[in-house]
């Protein structure tokens, strides 16, 4: 039996979160849940925003799946851990578990409408420094600076487990995206370290591109590139870039990952606005939890669930509004689940 812990999140979280759920016990998959609490939600009820509870079921799992948590403006609800605070519990996970790789597949799915077709891209982003060490301080009143850190070590080992990802699914070509032309040292220390990792790797074609000039191309012929393995901050932008080649964040899946733990989350909001209503669309987390099924051995099932949701997208009638249909979230979660009972293997 495989054990998880599910933190159901904020606003449309606990729906969608639900929702992979039922579809993921119709696979018939023997997994239970340790459901933990965090987010504002939690912090609004007198407890903490990420409690030890979270930590101590993720001890004993080692994979999590998340629905998405509320980041509110400002100081509040800062998210304390011993003695470090963060800005948000999804930062405050991925640093405390130590996940230095964030994996987001950008596909093109039938029914979804989008202005590209076959786009199939995977996005390696390196999750644990550059910029995002916030590292920054104000010179004077009218001067902010920010300090940027590129390791040879994180750079090596990201690139590394791209090719390894790609060995395992059959892909064929990475690209590392930098700025090294400007960013000599630390965007060139990244080129470098990912050209030395492709030499281990002699059976895969590697290239790099520009970041500036990779964007240019994404949106002319996204279908020509495979993976892509950038800095931290590269990677943020540019994966909601290729999210937005394929329908948008409420399609995307997303995966952070570590030597030790795994966490499998949607990379969109929490849209409090229709928590509740049986409006949210649960794609994202669903194939979240197939992305996290793949990870642990459970790749036929993982496979039929990805079948069953494209089944249900291209007839288009019990799909979401934002997708175009009529259907709610738990209309939407019956018919993938019909289709699972439909074909069972």
Same mark, same amino acid.
Not at 51 to 79: C, H, L, M, N, W
Not at 257 to 281: K, T
């Given at each position: 039996?495989?054990?998880?812990?599910?933190?159901?999140?904020?606003?449309?979280?606990?729906?969608?979160?639900?929702?992979?759920?039922?579809?993921?016990?119709?696979?018939?998959?023997?997994?239970?849940?340790?459901?933990?609490?965090? #987010?504002?939600?939690?912090?609004?009820?007198?407890?903490?925003?990420?409690?030890?509870?979270?930590?101590?079921?993720?001890?004993?799992?080692?994979?999590?799946?998340?629905?998405?948590?509320?980041?509110?403006?400002?100081?509040?609800?800062?998210?304390?851990?011993?003695?470090?605070?963060?800005?948000?519990?999804?930062?405050?996970?991925?640093?405390?578990?130590?996940?230095?790789?964030?994996?987001?597949?950008?596909?093109?799915?039938?029914?979804?409408?989008?202005?590209?077709?076959?786009?199939?891209?995977?996005?390696?982003?390196?999750?644990? %420094?550059?910029?995002?060490?916030?590292?920054?301080?104000?010179?004077?009143?009218?001067?902010?600076?920010?300090?940027?850190?590129?390791?040879?070590?994180?750079?090596?080992?990201?690139?590394?487990?791209?090719?390894?990802?790609?060995?395992?699914? #059959?892909?064929?070509?990475?690209?590392?995206?930098?700025?090294?032309?400007?960013?000599?040292?630390?965007?060139?220390?990244?080129?470098?370290?990912?050209?030395?990792?492709?030499?281990?790797?002699?059976?895969?074609?590697?290239?790099?591109?520009?970041?500036?000039?990779?964007?240019?191309?994404?949106?002319?012929?996204?279908?020509?590139?495979?993976?892509?393995?950038?800095?931290?901050?590269?990677?943020?932008?540019?994966?909601?870039?290729?999210?937005?080649?394929?329908?948008?964040?409420?399609?995307?899946?997303?995966?952070?990952?570590?030597? %030790?733990?795994?966490?499998? %989350?949607?990379?969109? #909001?929490?849209?409090?606005?229709?928590?509740?209503?049986?409006?949210?669309?649960?794609?994202?987390?669903?194939?979240?939890?197939?992305?996290?099924?793949?990870?642990? #051995?459970?790749?036929?099932?993982?496979?039929?669930?990805?079948?069953?949701?494209?089944?249900?997208?291209?007839?288009?009638?019990?799909?979401?509004?934002?997708?175009?249909?009529?259907?709610?979230?738990?209309?939407?979660?019956?018919?993938?689940?019909?289709?699972?009972?439909?074909?069972?293997?």
């Amino acid at each position: 039996m495989h054990r998880v812990t599910l933190i159901p999140g904020d606003g449309i979280g606990p729906e969608v979160t639900q929702s992979a759920r039922d579809i993921v016990a119709a696979t018939g998959v023997d997994l239970s849940w340790e459901v933990a609490e965090a #987010g504002m939600r939690a912090g609004n009820s007198g407890g903490h925003p990420l409690p030890p509870a979270v930590f101590e079921s993720i001890a004993r799992t080692k994979i999590v799946v998340k629905g998405p948590t509320q980041t509110p403006f400002g100081d509040a609800y800062p998210v304390q851990v011993g003695d470090r605070i963060y800005p948000s519990v999804a930062i405050a996970l991925r640093k405390e578990l130590k996940l230095f790789v964030n994996v987001r597949p950008a596909r093109n799915y039938p029914g979804i409408k989008s202005r590209f077709d076959n786009v199939d891209i995977v996005i390696f982003r390196e999750n644990s %420094e550059d910029l995002y060490i916030g590292r920054e301080r104000m010179v004077d009143a009218d001067t902010a600076e920010a300090i940027k850190v590129i390791t040879r070590q994180a750079s090596e080992r990201v690139t590394r487990f791209a090719f390894d990802y790609m060995q395992r699914t #059959g892909r064929k070509k990475l690209t590392a995206v930098h700025k090294s032309n400007v960013l000599k040292m630390t965007d060139g220390l990244f080129l470098k370290s990912a050209q030395t990792v492709a030499k281990e790797y002699p059976a895969f074609e590697f290239d790099a591109r520009v970041v500036d000039a990779l964007c240019m191309e994404l949106v002319i012929k996204p279908e020509t590139f495979d993976c892509l393995v950038l800095p931290n901050l590269y990677g943020d932008i540019v994966s909601d870039l290729a999210a937005g080649l394929v329908g948008g964040l409420g399609v995307a899946p997303g995966a952070n990952i570590g030597d %030790e733990c795994a966490m499998f %989350e949607a990379v969109h #909001g929490s849209a409090p606005d229709i928590a509740g209503q049986d409006l949210a669309n649960p794609m994202a987390v669903i194939l979240s939890v197939v992305m996290m099924l793949r990870y642990i #051995g459970e790749a036929v099932a993982a496979d039929r669930i990805d079948a069953a949701l494209a089944q249900v997208l291209q007839e288009g009638k019990q799909v979401t509004r934002d997708l175009g249909g009529t259907a709610g979230t738990r209309g939407m979660t019956r018919a993938i689940v019909d289709h699972l009972k439909a074909h069972q293997v």
